[in-house]
């Protein structure tokens, strides 16, 4: 499994950098214009084995801008290009940089800072057996979290103690459950939850 998990993940990372290159293009010429700073944030996240890695995004938030880790609906740190790459998930599309890397997985449990994965240490050390994914059942079940977080009186909170559980028993889950089958499953639901997110912001 985990050989043939890898073949795939080299051989589809690369033909999407390589067909998707037009698009992180344009993304990049928007992003410098829309305003100041790196095309590309890099975000230090926890992987396989409690190895910390820089995972990469385009840039979506205004430079220098302090706030908590969480990111919610209506963000005034979000740029007008940020909102719409945010909406469209184009922002993730850097990672399969850290796909290439073997940093991460096109599907898996998502990657978290140290912070929380300090807080449910004993969980991670069964999600963290595999590496993080682009995407994963987490991905799916919350494919607007910041408007689910937006909604909350704490975010934070919210954050910790409802959806942060959720998202590990989902890791977990997947952790049991991993298959080839399983990620092409969650590839195609990925897509679609996508496509629906985007449908509903319209």
Do not use: W
């Not at 898996?108 to 595999?130: H, M």
């Not at 997947?174 to 319209?202: C, P």
């Amino acid at each position: 499994m985990s050989l043939a998990k890898r073949a795939m993940d080299i051989v589809v990372s690369v033909a999407l950098l390589v067909l998707l290159s037009p698009v992180l293009a344009c993304a990049a010429i928007a992003i410098r214009l829309c305003s100041p700073g790196p095309i590309l944030f890099r975000a230090t996240r926890i992987g396989r084995d409690f190895r910390p890695f820089v995972m990469l995004k385009l840039r979506t938030m205004v430079i220098d801008s302090a706030g908590p880790p969480l990111t919610v609906g209506g963000d005034p740190r979000i740029t007008a290009v940020g909102s719409i790459l945010r909406r469209t998930k184009l922002d993730e599309l850097p990672q399969l940089v850290n796909v290439l890397r073997g940093d991460m997985s096109l599907v898996g449990p998502r990657p978290e800072v140290s912070q929380y994965v300090s807080l449910f240490r004993s969980d991670y050390e069964t999600i963290l057996a595999v590496r993080p994914g682009m995407t994963g059942l987490a991905s799916i079940a919350y494919a607007d979290e910041a408007a689910v977080l937006a909604a909350a009186d704490d975010p934070h909170a919210a954050y910790i103690s409802e959806v942060l559980p959720h998202k590990i028993e989902l890791g977990k889950e997947y952790v049991q459950s991993q298959s080839l089958a399983l990620d092409l499953q969650i590839l195609m639901k990925t897509v679609s939850a996508i496509f629906h997110t985007r449908k509903g912001n319209t």
